[in-house]
């Protein structure tokens, strides 16, 4: 099947040093154009064959450039701009005037990103003197990005976010066709553009029940420790206790819905919080509210994976700050709201957009 082809993606992230990924590189990559994986569409040949693989794969709910990611240690064989990095995806999409005006589009994490006793240093190299507004605004909302981040000495290592231990296979692959095949269900799952896929799917599996949360764990025979929700020690984890009726929880939608300037939410299953913006007034104001729904799906269950695994306490005030400013960066970046300000997303004014 074609899909073996797909090694070659996790090969050519993955193994930077690589001559043959060299040649690719420079056959392909566009003087102009940049992108992570390079692919001149006017040359026929067997890395074309390999590049046009992810659209069939995309439709197929695979997306091989936000599946495939690197957990940054030493920050040697992770691209800066170009390679997924961050939850965000990479940083020459998410703020592309300010990569216009990099030297070296293809530097490495290491290269621009150092740590020293004082926390997180930064080596820029750009093209001018003076950023300018936009480019520099950009600046500021990376470093928020980047403030929040650690790195180690160890060697990068690349994820493929299909599997739990990380490791990429042609099975996985064929294993996660075949689950999308299989997983027919009546009710038809709103998506929203301004949020990456890989977001929306935390509510969509949670929706049908799907995430591997321990109780439905241990349904599948599955030996997990206690069953206990770790964001309140409370109560059993499901699905429906963890993003419905966890206090955590519940703290997050109540304070987003005054900061929405939304009636107080009452919900009792995952359904009432995934229409809660069908009642709103106005298409944008619908979709940046189910927008910000979803990434508070996403950021709960991060949270709580977080806890499961790195044994990191939840804070809710973080957790909120999180929904913000991610939803902002999304929602500003691909509905192309470029007059959305920080100041007036945390009014929650969006008469700019
Ligand atoms: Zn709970």
Redesign the pocket.
């Known amino acids: 099947m074609v899909y073996v082809l797909a090694k070659w993606w996790w090969r050519f992230k993955s193994e930077k040093s690589g001559l043959w990924r060299r040649i690719v590189w420079a056959i392909h990559q566009k003087a102009r154009t940049w992108n992570d994986v390079p692919v001149k569409n006017a040359m026929s040949g067997p890395w074309r064959n390999i590049y046009n693989i992810s659209q069939p794969l995309l439709e197929a709910n695979i997306d091989l450039k936000g599946a495939i990611t690197s957990v940054v240690g030493n920050g040697q064989n992770t691209y800066f701009w170009l390679d997924t990095w961050t939850e965000l995806g990479p940083f020459y999409l998410l703020f592309p005037d300010l990569f216009k005006m990099e030297v070296h589009k293809d530097c490495l994490v290491a290269e621009r990103w150092t740590t020293s006793s004082a926390g997180p240093a930064f080596n820029w190299a750009w093209v001018v003197t003076d950023l300018g507004q936009v480019a520099e605004d950009q600046l500021q909302q990376m470093l928020v990005v980047l403030n929040n981040r650690s790195r180690s000495m160890a060697p990068d290592s690349w994820i493929w976010q299909h599997e739990a231990n990380g490791s990429f296979s042609v099975a996985s692959i064929k294993r996660v066709l075949g689950s999308v095949g299989r997983t027919r269900t009546d009710k038809v799952f709103e998506w929203n553009s301004w949020v990456p896929k890989k977001i929306g799917i935390v509510a969509w599996r949670a929706e049908m029940e799907r995430l591997p949360t321990k109780c439905a764990l241990a349904r599948r025979n599955v030996a997990v420790p206690d069953r ?8 059993e ?1 499901t699905c429906d ?2 993003f419905v ?5 519940q703290s997050i939608w109540q304070n987003l819905a005054s900061w929405c300037r939304l009636q107080p939410i009452i919900a009792f299953g995952m359904n009432d919080l995934l229409t809660l913006h069908a009642s709103s007034l106005g298409p944008r104001k619908r979709k940046t509210i189910q927008a910000i729904v979803l990434v508070a799906f996403w950021s709960i269950w991060k949270v709580r994976n977080e806890v499961v695994f790195r044994q990191a306490v939840p804070n809710f005030t973080r957790t909120l700050d999180e929904i913000k400013s991610m939803a902002y960066l999304w929602i500003k970046n691909r509905s192309k709201a470029v007059s959305l300000t920080w100041e007036d997303w945390s009014r929650f004014n969006l008469t700019s957009m």
């Open positions: 206990w929700c770790v964001l309140c020690g409370e109560y984890e206790h963890l009726s966890c206090h955590y929880s």
